[in-house]
């Protein structure tokens, strides 16, 4: 058959070839003239783009680029066009025997179109004003700006802009939104809409009371205000570029501003509030879109710092006369660099995502493809007592990148100051220095064996004497906390240990001698660090491949009344201790359900029962070892769900 198809073809073609030769001769009324007096044809090759522009030739259409044609010697009008583009023109003169040949590039005249996404048409002076939009074009979009009131305020070269903007400075009323899009050829589409600034509240567009319904039973989502005494230090912040990053950098005038005497004033920030029946939390996008708070609902304490004011620190990547980190509190995304990075206190995107088993919301730092992007994606499931973090670090350029990530926390647990009572839960033998401003304790990059050093216990808060920075060596489990055993609340982070081996732990110590640097009523907390790089120094950056991405998932737990951490995972965590001859068990879990608990001694089982565990009420068990047991041996604790499988489980000896 296919062969049969191409006999039909080549006969077509010879056809064609025969008719055009006729058309070009004059044959005589008695005789056909012969192959030896037949000219030669003319060949025209057009390879004209746009692909599928139209071909006229003397007005007759003759087909779509690219396009090859044996034609007639002689002069012809030559015409291309497609829509959206300026015709080509041009006079071709044929020659019998050769070939022309017409390359170009039709000059694209349709400007980009611009659509502004669903968004504010109105916002209280003092939030914040998010604009998104979007620019489509036949030939790509190569710059998009943004201009408020005719002041270019924002500018990239991608199709998407995303863009918080800061209304305090606004005067109310109208005010003259423009995304102006342009594409390669240089032609320029706009768009506009109009936003007023109001004196009094109206409601966000990605978190709004009215889209609570559509969010899953028992998960709520819902805007608040914050406000926080915060010292003058945004007039004095300068701007520079990070020529290595592509990242803009933020830097204090230090001696311009305490020049001013400066003093906190109340200031207002926009918070996102995602809340089920165990935790509430709170976040801030202006403020680095930190998670600022989160509430354990059945104790009603606060597992993060929540510094009483504002205050521009000596700490962080730059000179000392130039750095201004906050410790604001909650958890904040540390990059490119190390220690804080550049973007703990900048405006950062948001939107909301809601699923049928949990409420995400999703904060970006940038989207533009020249640098570094960082996306953080934080999860409230509707049944669990836990919170999902899920950083993103992007590089969407043509080079690797090497750089530092991580996110911190700044914790208290429960009480306004970090308490001495303190437990620091690392499962470890060995740490790497940091820092330390203590004399007694190892220097920078020396390795010092954990807990225990010189008699000293510290995974204890009370037995640290000054400010002590330290990296975990080797990670052992793929878990982490601390328990406030004056508050009995704690906290463990639950994260795969392979893909993210830098766990930093931080904290000042009871003779720290500059708590005024940071705050103003002598307030302490205690910071954990996680992130895909070891440590701070340059050696262990992350490498991030050319259009390559690093993430990983991990969850946050909090628990209370348990007495402390053995071991967790997302399902719950266990501590037990042996008192003379008495086991007690505490148990606290992520999700409420039933159980059947198995305790083993040296392979025995000598308990066995039924029970229910939820969030709020955490298991605790005092039992007796077996009669004539031995006093020391293995402890197993298993714990089964409904259908037979083991979801915790812990071996210890004593």
């Not at 192959?35 to 746009?50: D, F, G, K, R, Y």
């Not at 003259?176 to 409601?203: F, K, L, Y």
């Not at 029970?611 to 039992?623: D, K, S």
Request: aromatic share 12%; glycine share 8%; hydrophobic share 40%.
């Amino acid at each position: 058959m296919e062969r049969r198809w191409g006999v039909v073809m080549f006969l077509v073609a010879m056809l064609w070839l025969l008719a055009t030769v006729m058309a070009c001769t004059t044959p005589s009324p008695v005789s056909m003239p012969s192959p030896s007096s037949t000219p030669a044809l003319a060949h025209l090759v057009i390879e004209v783009l746009p692909i599928g522009s139209e071909v006229y030739l003397d007005e007759a259409r003759k087909g779509y680029t690219p396009l090859s044609l044996h034609l007639c010697a002689g002069e012809y009008r030559l015409r291309i066009q497609h829509d959206g583009y300026e015709p080509f023109q041009r006079q071709v003169v044929l020659i019998s025997g050769q070939e022309v040949r017409i390359t170009a590039l039709l000059r694209d005249t349709t400007p980009p179109v611009v659509m502004f996404k669903p968004g504010l048409t109105a916002v209280q002076r003092g939030q914040s004003m998010p604009i998104h939009a979007q620019a489509s074009d036949n030939e790509g979009v190569t710059a998009l700006r943004l201009f408020i009131d005719g002041a270019l305020v924002s500018e990239g070269n991608g199709k998407f802009l995303d863009y918080v903007g800061d209304t305090r400075d606004m005067a109310t009323g109208a005010h003259d939104v423009v995304i102006e899009a342009q594409d390669s050829a240089g032609n320029v589409g706009r768009a506009s809409q109009t936003v007023h600034i109001n004196a009094e509240p109206t409601p966000l567009p990605s978190a709004t009371l009215q889209k609570v319904a559509t969010a899953p039973a028992g998960v709520k989502v819902y805007t608040t205000t914050i406000t926080l005494p915060s010292y003058p230090y945004e007039p004095y912040l300068k701007e520079k570029m990070d020529a290595r990053y592509h990242f803009k950098v933020f830097g204090l005038d230090r001696a311009a501003y305490e020049a001013t005497n400066p003093q906190p004033q109340p200031r207002a920030f926009n918070g996102v509030v995602l809340e089920n029946q165990y935790l509430k939390l709170t976040f801030l996008p202006e403020l680095g879109g930190r998670l600022y708070q989160c509430v354990f609902k059945p104790s009603g304490k606060k597992i993060f710092y929540e510094n009483a004011v504002l205050k521009p620190s000596y700490w962080g990547p730059l000179s000392r006369a130039e750095n201004w980190w906050l410790a604001a509190g909650g958890m904040e995304w540390a990059l490119p660099v190390q220690e804080h990075g550049y973007e703990w206190g900048l405006p950062w995107m948001y939107r909301i995502e809601r699923h049928a088993d949990g409420v995400s919301i999703v904060l970006r730092d940038d989207i533009r493809d020249d640098r570094l992007r960082a996306e953080i994606r934080v999860t409230l499931p509707a049944d669990r007592a836990y919170f999902v973090v899920e950083p993103r670090l992007v590089n969407p350029t043509s080079q690797p990148i090497a750089c530092q990530f991580w996110l911190n926390a700044a914790l208290t647990l429960g009480s306004a100051s970090a308490s001495p009572n303190t437990e620091f839960i690392y499962p470890t033998e060995r740490v790497i220095v940091h820092s330390s401003g203590d004399s007694a304790l190892p220097g920078e990059r020396q390795i010092m064996p954990w807990p225990f050093y010189d008699g000293r216990d510290l995974s204890f808060y009370r037995n640290w004497h000054n400010w002590l920075g330290v990296f975990v060596a080797d990670i052992e489990r793929g878990y982490a906390g601390a328990y406030n055993h004056d508050t009995e609340l704690g906290i463990v982070r639950v994260f795969p240990a392979k893909a993210v081996p830098g766990l930093k732990l931080f904290a000042f110590g009871k003779d720290f001698p500059a708590r005024g640097e940071y705050t103003d009523d002598a307030s302490e907390y205690f910071e954990m660090w996680a992130g895909p790089c070891k440590t701070f120094w340059p050696e262990d950056d992350v490498v991030i491949g050319a259009g390559q991405a690093v993430n990983w998932r991990e969850i946050w737990f909090p628990f209370s009344q348990i007495g402390g951490l053995d071991i967790a995972n997302e399902e719950g965590v266990v501590k037990v201790t042996l008192q003379g001859d008495v086991v007690r068990v505490g148990i606290a879990v992520s999700k409420a359900q039933s159980g059947q608990l198995q305790l083993r001694w040296n392979g025995q089982t000598f308990f066995q029962r039924t029970v229910y565990l939820a969030p709020e009420e955490p298991l605790l068990l005092e039992v007796p070892l077996p009669v004539g047991a031995q006093k020391s041996g293995q402890l197993d604790v298993l714990l089964r769900g409904q259908g037979g499988a083991i979801f915790l489980e812990y071996e210890a000896a004593f």
